[in-house]
């Protein structure tokens, strides 16, 4: 079977605060969260059925928040002892970007751009941002990410954001894509998502709530 994990990075300064997008980096829960990821990789990810260490894939987008909830999960680049991750860095999985609305909260876009705020609620998944990006457009970025993930062998560990994590989910459980925008993704939480070879690429999920 093949296994694919997906968590939003650990919370960041701008969760806290409630504001959109930006490049913040953890709070103290976040960064706990990043410790207890890398726990969690080297006991689950890293491990198969039987307890043999295996190789896996990480993925992380190109924002620091995902990187350092990364950042103590042991692979070649931090720790010649071990080979089983390798990272990559992809932009096509950082966050949807907010364009001129960057770093404002939900409340400040209601007070000052009323408008733009009930042409999103009326249409979420098409709305794009001033200057900025809608999930249509998250799902053609993750187009070629998506092709890519599927033939890989070796676990896969993605660490993104709620959007795009939104979209990826929807597409690998083969849910309908205009449901996305609402998709569940909540934070400090480990989705597996396990394909039988055997059960034509329908998919398990198990989701691992870490704290804090
Ligand atoms: O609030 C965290 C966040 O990742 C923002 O950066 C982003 O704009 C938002 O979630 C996406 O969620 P929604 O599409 O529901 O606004």
Not at 181 to 204: F, R
């Amino acid at each position: 079977s093949h296994n694919i994990y997906i968590t939003r990075h650990g919370q960041s300064e701008y969760n806290a605060a409630g504001k959109l997008g930006g490049n913040p980096p953890l709070t103290e829960a976040g960064q706990e969260y990043a410790r207890r990821l890398a726990k969690f990789a080297e006991e689950n990810i890293c491990k198969d059925d039987r307890g043999e260490t295996r190789k896996a894939r990480l993925w992380t987008s190109s924002l620091q928040r995902t990187i350092l909830t990364a950042e103590h999960i042991q692979h070649p680049f931090v720790d010649d002892g071990w080979q089983q991750m390798s990272t990559r860095v992809y932009r096509n999985l950082d966050e949807i970007f907010a364009g001129e609305y960057e770093g404002l909260t939900y409340a400040e876009i209601e007070k000052l751009h009323g408008d733009e705020a009930s042409l999103r609620k009326m249409d979420k998944i098409g709305y794009r941002y001033p200057r900025g990006e809608s999930y249509f457009d998250i799902i053609a970025r993750l187009d070629p990410l998506v092709q890519e993930l599927e033939s890989y062998e070796e676990a896969v560990l993605v660490v993104s954001h709620q959007a795009v994590l939104r979209v990826l989910y929807s597409y690998l459980v083969g849910n309908d894509r205009e449901l996305a925008p609402k998709q569940e993704i909540p934070l400090h939480t480990v989705v597996k998502l396990s394909y039988d070879a055997y059960h034509d690429g329908a998919c398990t999920e198990t989701r691992f709530y870490l704290g804090p």
